[in-house]
């Protein structure tokens, strides 16, 4: 079971949109719509904010938004705010006998 | 309302082994579709899947941590327990479990996570 492939940073201006990516195989990622993505602010445990690919769990932002293209998942903020700096991982169902894998991670940096 | 919260020791020695509890409410552990699971993350490091329970008491564990790994649930006490055996300080981490949703294969509900210091 290898971990999901995310960039270490990803850095935006307040305003203005930012994409982090997750690339997997088609064991996992390209197999199934069960990408999920989760974010985690310092000391604080993560939360989570797409599940299913695309979809958005009650409270959360639609400045948030994932998809998903062959073995690649991706997060889009929009609309980048100071409080969406945090690190967010993605993770998804694989079809190896663990059922469950995370991502690297990505540090999100607002400037 | 779904809560989960981690108990268990914040300091071990090295060889010995690590016992921890979930207790949960706000759900039933014997509803079809439902799992808690345990993730831990070492300091300034990114969070590392260890294992899942399932309702129907299918268990699952990571690869690379499955010898030293036991999970097990007691649905009476709403309780989750994952012990851990020959503990390194390679595995001195935050210990989170959290609520699994089959139906989208995600966590979506976490606990604060509990601090293990492995040091002799």
């Known amino acids: 079971q290898s971990a999901l492939t995310q960039p270490a940073s990803v850095s935006g201006s307040p305003g203005q949109s930012i994409t982090i990516s997750c690339t997997g195989t088609s064991s996992d990622v390209g197999g199934y719509n069960y990408v999920s993505w989760y974010q985690q602010h310092p000391g604080k445990a993560p939360k989570l904010m797409i599940y299913?690919?695309?979809n958005r769990p009650s409270g959360v932002s639609n400045r948030f938004s994932g998809s998903k293209s062959g073995n690649t998942a991706s997060l889009t903020i929009s609309g980048l705010q100071a409080e969406d700096e945090a690190d967010y991982y993605c993770?998804?169902?694989?079809?190896?006998?663990?059922?469950?894998?995370f991502g690297t991670g990505t540090k999100v940096t607002v400037l | 309302q779904i809560t989960l919260k981690e108990s268990g020791p914040t300091l071990v020695k090295p060889t010995q082994t690590l016992t921890l509890t979930c207790t949960f409410s706000g759900f039933s552990l014997s509803t079809s579709g439902v799992g808690v699971g345990w993730i831990r993350q070492p300091p300034g490091k990114a969070l590392e899947w260890l294992a899942l329970i399932y309702w129907n008491d299918d268990k699952r564990y990571s690869p690379s941590l499955k010898s030293r790994l036991t999970i097990t649930k007691d649905t009476s006490k709403n309780q989750v327990v994952l012990t851990m055996t020959n503990m390194d300080p390679v595995d001195t981490a935050t210990y989170y479990c959290a609520h699994y949703f089959i139906a989208a294969a995600g966590y979506d509900y976490w606990g604060q996570g509990t601090l293990v210091t492995v040091s002799s």
């Open positions: 299913e690919v695309s």
């Open positions: 993770s998804s169902y694989t079809s190896s006998s663990t059922r469950y894998v």
